[in-house]
């Protein structure tokens, strides 16, 4: 085995982390221009498709099943995403995903286009206060319109399942362990900058045709699938996976099976990522009211069009751009745990406030605060299980966050749109509100008894108490042959 020092290098380095280092990595900067442009095109397409079912339906269960459409496929999908990103080359799982979701929206070009020939016409009769005389009125059915619809949601949403862990383990291999919190901070720039980028331009695009924003959609996945493509030519090549031949389809599937449950291993010999990711869970089970409500909100509430949609997303952009470059300035977070801890609270306060605001100016100071509070969740989250967990097993764990999160934030959309057209939103965000409180109290009291607000830089991080130097993989059924190409 040839050894990779990026791979070996320790949590605890007498080398000051690098922005330097980062920015000239070519490799890793193709790879979220990549994401850049791909998630211009999400938000484009995402606003497009929320505000279109709105307007034919003004559903807010709708709504509500539309998100949980975009979300189910990182439920079911992910722990199987995880276990192929830890088995094949990640770049190849990236370019396919691309792939996919080019093809789901070339779907909603189609749809859109022939959504006239796919609305049914019913006739209902209602009585005429004039003449006492019953007038037959035509009712638009959208059943055609919709399920379609969903179905490339759901497609799409699915290619991005496969994404998420391939693109953060192959930052792993290609960025060194000291430069990950810098890493992942551009990485977080990178998604809000496309973030004001895609949803003014979103915003924009849907207030003239919903048309020319499938259209837009579809082209940004195209370049980012060529992106992905020259990584083949200048990216670092994965590690090999040397795997013994399974006799039979029943043997491979046992294998399958055992390569996705190390995943749920590997997080119980991490106390710091099991609570982070259990807190994950109560946040976005209680965000999941505000997914839903958004834009009943805005549009409903506040007579807000698509172009504000818009730019309150781009505000919140702009605020996690400012925190993600602070984050770059400093370069190492030393008790991730704690900062997430201080975010969880701030959230909460902010999400007391949406729930009995309705004032244009908070709203503004709302998702400003929400940019900074949610890239400080993020960022170290994901540098945290980079910097923990071996290089062979984070495609599973990264996949494993994905199904946790997935699942709580199902259950919290799942549960608003059951009852959005019967309970005020001001109740059902003061609900969360009070459940994000409950998980705070409990969470700081257990993470300060348990010390996992300490220093990551000290034998707690690894199970074995080693810090300079990962756990070489096991060498049972499967054996890792590491490159010899450097980063």
Not at 183 to 207: C, E, H, R, W
Not at 257 to 266: A, C, L, N, P, S
């Amino acid at each position: 085995m040839v050894e990779d020092n990026t791979l070996t290098e320790g949590i605890v380095s007498t080398n000051k982390p690098s922005v330097r280092e980062v920015l000239t990595n070519a490799t890793f900067m193709v790879l979220f221009a990549a994401q850049f442009i791909e998630n211009i095109g999400r938000s484009i397409s995402g606003l497009a498709i929320e505000f279109l079912i709105f307007e034919l339906t003004g559903s807010p269960f709708l709504m509500g099943i539309l998100s949980i459409i975009w979300l189910s496929p990182f439920v079911i999908i992910a722990p199987i995403a995880g276990a192929l990103a830890d088995r094949f080359d990640q770049r190849k799982l990236m370019f396919i995903s691309n792939i996919i979701s080019a093809i789901a929206s070339v779907g909603f070009v189609i749809i859109y286009l022939f959504i006239d020939q796919l609305t049914m016409i019913n006739y209902t009769t209602v009585p005429n206060l004039n003449n006492n005389l019953p007038t037959i009125q035509p009712v638009p059915n959208y059943l055609h319109v919709l399920w379609p619809l969903f179905v490339l949601c759901f497609i799409n949403s699915a290619s991005a399942a496969f994404f998420f862990p391939s693109r953060n383990a192959y930052t792993r291999l290609i960025v060194k362990k000291k430069n990950l919190l810098i890493a992942n901070s551009v990485a977080s720039s990178v998604f809000q900058i496309a973030t004001i980028f895609g949803f003014v331009l979103a915003g924009l695009l849907a207030a003239r045709s919903y048309l020319l924003s499938f259209i837009f959609d579809a082209g940004t996945f195209a370049v980012s699938g060529i992106l992905i493509g020259v990584i083949f030519l200048m990216g670092k090549k994965p590690p090999k996976v040397i795997r013994e031949k399974s006799k039979n389809i029943k043997q491979e599937m046992q294998r399958f099976i055992e390569d996705i449950k190390i995943g749920y291993q590997t997080l119980r010999e991490y106390p710091k990522i099991s609570y982070m990711l259990l807190i994950f869970s109560f946040i976005t089970f209680s965000l999941g009211a505000v997914t839903v409500l958004f834009i009943v909100i805005i549009q409903g509430e506040m007579n807000l069009g698509a172009t504000w949609y818009g730019i309150l997303q781009a505000i919140m952009g702009v605020s996690g751009i400012i925190t993600a470059i602070v984050l770059i300035r400093i370069g190492k977070i030393k008790r991730k745990i704690l900062i997430i801890n201080i975010a969880f609270g701030a959230m909460t306060v902010v999400m007391y406030i949406f729930a009995v605001v309705r004032n244009l100016y908070v709203m503004i100071v709302i998702m400003f605060s929400y940019g900074i509070m949610i890239v400080c969740i993020n960022v170290p989250a994901s540098t945290l299980i980079q910097e923990s967990v071996p290089y062979e097993k984070q495609g599973r764990v990264f996949g494993t966050q994905q199904l946790l999160q997935g699942v709580a934030q199902l259950l919290g959309m799942g549960i608003v749109a059951l009852i959005a057209e019967y309970v005020l939103t001001m109740y059902v965000l003061l609900a969360g509100s009070v459940i994000l409180t409950i998980v705070l109290i409990f969470g700081v009291l257990y993470s300060g008894r348990r010390g996992l607000m300490g220093s990551d830089y000290s034998e707690e991080i690894s199970p074995k108490g080693i810090l300079d130097v990962e756990p070489e993989p096991a060498l049972t059924s499967i054996s890792y042959l590491e490159s010899s190409d450097d980063v």
